[in-house]
């Protein structure tokens, strides 16, 4: 079979299982967690769990706060759970790597900055040790207290098109020349992107922790608009994170809709050489409208 009949495959099969592998997430949740990880649940995840309405605005807000409540931070079962989140992160990027090596690869552009530096690891590890939980306990707490609807899956790509609204606008403003040499010129000193989860992590902490929690409020404005459903919340972040590693690779995995491209790899990998053009994560379709657009095959116009 072709690397592209794989690549099908392999994404109809992942799609197909999620439903499922959420559920018995949901299961695990309720009843085997050990209870010095079920202490950090706040108070409003157990009222939910007794039928209470957990629509409302302020349950956001709640389980932020409730997150960084200094208990919660302090505690023993939120190591625990930093430790997991970790674990798991390391895991969907191996996975993320399986998945594109099934496709077919794009040669480097340009210069590969090979050698990691102090300041590299600095951000990177600050960024997976103390940024990625504190912001996934939230996130998973919000997320569950949404409604159960595994065909609401189907909104997913509106979510990473929503996402791209403010982001692509948040990335434009950090290509500003006042602003650019202070947080996001680090980023960019990779022109030639290759390790994935590793190249996607090297950024400066503010950049990390806006994008990151542009994710959140996505999920809280897209259940405002149309009610989205735990599945498809939690899919958003898995997927969304395989999608920003793939983002760093070489892996050529693209994936079209009604002969539009809606993501590919090689329109972010042209960004870092190109800084003024594919401004978006996930999705050019805001690039397009605003005519920062470039494709692939004007590269070297």
């Known amino acids: 079979q072709s690397p592209q009949t794989n690549k099908i495959i392999l994404t109809q099969l992942t799609m197909t299982a999620l439903p499922v592998a959420f559920s018995r997430l949901f299961s695990l949740l309720s009843s085997s967690l050990p209870p010095s990880l079920l202490s950090l649940l706040p108070s409003s995840f157990h ?25 919660t931070l302090c505690s023993p079962a939120y190591l625990y759970f930093s430790v997991l989140t970790l674990a798991a992160l ?11 090596s099934f496709s077919a690869s794009f040669p480097p552009q340009a210069r590969h900055h090979s050698v990691l530096r102090v300041v590299d690891w600095s951000y990177i590890s600050f ?5 990625i939980p504190s912001f996934t306990l939230p996130y998973l707490l919000y997320s569950l207290q949404l409604p159960y609807s595994p065909s609401r899956l189907l909104l997913l790509p509106l ?9 692509s606008q948040f990335h434009r403003l950090l290509h500003l020349q006042s602003l650019y040499p202070h947080v996001h010129k680090h980023h960019h000193v990779q022109l030639s992107p290759t390790r994935g989860n590793l190249d996607a992590v090297n950024v400066h902490p503010f950049e990390f922790l806006v994008g990151e ?25 898995v997927v969304g ?3 920003a590693s ?15 491209t809606v993501y590919d790899p090689k329109l972010h990998d042209l960004h870092h050489r190109v800084p003024r053009r594919n401004y978006g994560q996930y999705t050019c379709f805001w690039d397009a409208l605003a005519g920062s ?3 692939w095959e004007d590269r070297t116009g």
């Open 246 to 260: 793939l983002n760093h690779t070489r892996f050529d995995f693209t994936i079209e809709a009604l002969g539009f």
């Open 47 to 71: 009222a939910a769990s007794a039928g209470a309405d957990f629509l409302e605005p302020w349950s956001l807000s709640r389980c932020v706060s409730e997150t960084f409540a200094v208990s």
């Open 90 to 100: 390391e895991v969907t990027s191996q996975l993320t790597l399986l998945l594109g």
């Open 213 to 237: 929690w542009t994710h959140l409020f996505t999920v809280w404005a897209s259940h405002a608009l149309v009610g989205v459903d735990k599945c498809c919340a939690l899919a958003f972040l």
């Open 127 to 131: 960024n997976k040790v103390v940024l």
């Open 293 to 295: 657009y470039k494709g």
């Open 159 to 167: 979510l990473f098109l929503l996402y791209d609204l403010p982001y």
């Open 241 to 243: 994170g395989a999608l």
